[in-house]
């Protein structure tokens, strides 16, 4: 069951038949799930498909309208956000520009027992997480925006909650400095254990942080699963499109045999297929790192089919081809990692390729 926890771990978020309605609007239609105790959790789908509005539910800034929310193991009816084992960390993460580096981090602790040095002791070490040691003193409005993250980070982290909800925490960062604070902040949910729940609409992001990651359309789980199992397996066409690039080619059926345009006939047993999703005819799906096209006569013991380059696009590690299949129209879209002495084929050269009927998964509404 892709909802429960995962083996080994204790449920610590546990939402069943959550709906929400704004007037009209319906938000949430229908949300069961369970994260486990520790781990490092994802909600990623398309502006608008209600994870913002998810994570604001856990929060206790929302109330539902229907369902159940358990946070360890206490049922969060009525409980309000300051009360509950959970932190949010906010997109916008307001850093008060007129206090210190170390007063914005001791922030929560200013009606907290214990002496002054023992918070001292405890922002020290708040800051040392994240990579601030000695910054204290410093001005909050000197920061850079990859610094003022870890500020917003160690401020939540302070407070020892069971649960940190982070929204979009890094979408105002450029991607150089995002995608070193995803290794930063994965690192750090491992060290200190705490539950992470990330709200993203960055597929990458959330396949290189989480350990599952529930992928959302409009107000529904689409997919529950961990990142390989998503990549490989996704459960539908639509999460297939949105996770990684996928070639959809159409497909036709005659008994035990379908005929994939442009690659050919293969046996209909054995080969995976998504759940019907009820649109659309019949399509295999490849992922474009699937295919590789042969150098002139490089022998091989995977199947082969012919067709002509149209585009390359030179990423420096991966060079990426369109290339027509003999017999269809549409490109397929081919990644092949640069290697010496592996030359980058230009526009209209003809290619012979490479692909295994294991790496196809068959999508439709009527299988
Ligand atoms: P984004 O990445 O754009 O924030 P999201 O997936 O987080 O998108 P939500 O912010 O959860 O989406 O919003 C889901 C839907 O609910 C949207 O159509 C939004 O307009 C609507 N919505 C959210 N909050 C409210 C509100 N307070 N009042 C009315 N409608 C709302």
Partial sequence: DAEAAPAGRCPIIELSGAHKHFGDYHALRGIDLSVGA???FSLLGPSGCGKTTLLRTIAGFEALGAGRLVIGGRDMAGVPPNRRPTNMVFQ??????????????GFGLR???GSRAQKAVRIGEALEMVGLAGYER?????LSGGQRQRVALARALILRPDVLLLDEPLSALDKKLR???????RRLQRQVGITFVLVT???EEALIMSDRVAVMFEGRIAQLAGPQELY???ASRRVAEFIGMMNFLPVIATGDTLEIAGLGRVPRAGLRSAAPDGQGPPEAGIRPEMFSILYPGEQTGRRT????????????DMTYYEVILDGTERPVTISMKNMPGRMILSPGTQARIAWDAESVTLFSAAW
């Fill in 179 to 185: 995608e070193q604070m995803q290794a930063e902040l």
């Fill in 305 to 316: 089919a012919q067709g002509t380059v149209r585009e390359t696009a030179f990423y420096g």
């Fill in 92 to 105: 916008s993460y307001a850093i008060f520009p007129h206090l210190d580096v170390g007063q914005n981090v």
């Fill in 111 to 113: 009606r907290s027992e």
């Fill in 138 to 142: 410093r001005g909050a409005q000197a």
């Fill in 232 to 234: 490989r397996h996704p």
């Fill in 201 to 203: 609409h960055d597929q």
């Fill in 38 to 40: 520790g781990e490092f």
